[in-house]
Structure formats: C-alpha cells, structure tokens
T-cell receptor, first 112, second 109 residues
Framework: DVKVTQSSRYLVKRTGEKVFLECVQDMDHENMFWYRQDPGLGLRLIYFSYDVKMKEKGDIPEGYSVSREKKERFSLILESASTNQTSMYLC???????????FGPGTRLTVL | GIQVEQSPPDLILQEGANSTLRCNFSDSVNNLQWFHQNPWGQLINLFYIPSGTKQNGRLSATTVATERYSLLYISSSQTTDSGVYFCAGTTSGTYKYIFGTGTRLKVLA
C-alpha cells in the first residue's frame, strides 16, 4: 500500500513565522503535490514536483515555496505566515504525472 | 480549465439505503478519481476510473468519459460511509487534477 505521511496533524503558528510542512512517501513515486483545502473553495494546487529539485507552480503559489532534495520528501514552506494561510494542507504523490494520486492525512494549520 | 460539478451537494440517508452520486465535467477527461474524505480530513482513494465500471465491496463506479460524467454507487449504506465524496479529473495535455466541490453524505443509524 502507498503510504504518504505528513509531519503534523495540527499546527499553530504566529503571523510572520517561517513554517515548514513536510511530506514523505514510501512508494518511490516521481510526482508529489501540495494542495490547500478551504470551505467553499475546494482543493487547490499550490505546487507540484515531478522529480528531485524540480518544481512547477500550481494555481495559488503566492506566499509559498517548496523544496525537494530527496525523491521521497517534499516540503512546503511559508516564508512569512499570514492569517489568510490558515487552512488544511494536503500532500499527495503519484507514480505517473497524471496518474492516480494518493493523499497524506493532512495538516490543519492555524496562523494567529 | 475544466469545470467539475457534483450532485447532490448534500445527502442524508438511513442506514441500509442505496445512493448514487454524480460527477459532471465540462470537457472530456483522461483520468478520473473518486475519494472519500473522512471526518479527520484524510482523502481516501475509492476508485481510479478513467473509463468503464469498477466494483469494490458495496461501492461501485462507472465513468463514461465521452459523455463527461461519472457515477458512484453506494449500496447498503453504513454510518461509516458518512463524510464528503469528491471526484477529480484531468483533461488531455494537463497533469492537474481539478476537484469537484463534493457531496456531503450523512448516514443515520
């Protein structure tokens, strides 16, 4: 079974803090994704990585950056957290670029 | 980009009832998935079904890509089926999955 894990289930941070969200997958998948989920807006793609050190912007990359130094790990970075980044963050991975995606448990981030 | 519409938006069932959830796309899809989001927020894969019909226990799904829709059938529903069901698809030339707004299901004991 594919397993995708995320570093925290719940996280509370202060405005202006630098925040790291970590995602690890154990199935040697090439592709990894970061989404955020907000009521009424659904799931929106923030960033996508198709290989180590490679990344592409999704639909809402502003205020975020990513890092992929190892194949199994994909990090989402909030350089200076703001209250409008309070959200549920979901990581996913897939073997093929448009193939079946598998999701981690999610991180509920609150920025105060 | 493609638009994804799910219906109904909300559904309340008695335990043991059957239901059909629908997902309509504004364009033909190459890849399509159904997910169940549990109360803790995790998206659980139900089906990867670009076309045809698949069954897994009490759940089955049918996708007719050329007619731009997919159906998820839940039979003999249980309280543990409660949650939000999402469909998501990609169109030709793109890797981005577009998600529907979900169907919120509540199964009453």
């Amino acid at each position: 079974d594919v397993k995708v894990t995320q570093s925290s289930r719940y996280l509370v941070k202060r405005t202006g803090e630098k925040v790291f969200l970590e995602c690890v997958q154990d199935m040697d998948h090439e592709n990894m994704f970061w989404y955020r989920q907000d009521p009424g807006l659904g799931l929106r793609l923030i960033y996508f990585s198709y290989d180590v050190k490679m990344k592409e912007k999704g639909d809402i990359p502003e205020g975020y950056s990513v890092s992929r130094e190892k194949k199994e790990r994909f990090s989402l970075i909030l350089e200076s957290a703001s209250t409008n980044q309070t959200s549920m963050y979901l990581c996913a991975s897939s073997l093929n670029r448009a193939g079946e995606q598998f999701f981690g448990p999610g991180t509920r981030l609150t920025v105060l | 980009g493609i638009q994804v519409e799910q219906s109904p938006p909300d559904l309340i069932l008695q335990e043991g009832a059957n239901s059909t959830l629908r997902c309509n796309f504004s364009d033909s899809v190459n890849n399509l998935q159904w997910f169940h989001q549990n109360p803790w927020g995790q998206l659980i894969n139900l089906f990867y079904i670009p076309s045809g019909t698949k069954q897994n226990g009490r759940l089955s799904a049918t996708t007719v890509a050329t007619e731009r829709y997919s159906l998820l059938y839940i039979s003999s529903s249980q309280t543990t089926d409660s949650g939000v069901y999402f469909c998501a698809g990609t169109t030709s030339g793109t890797y981005k999955y577009i998600f529907g707004t979900g169907t919120r299901l509540k199964v009453l004991a």
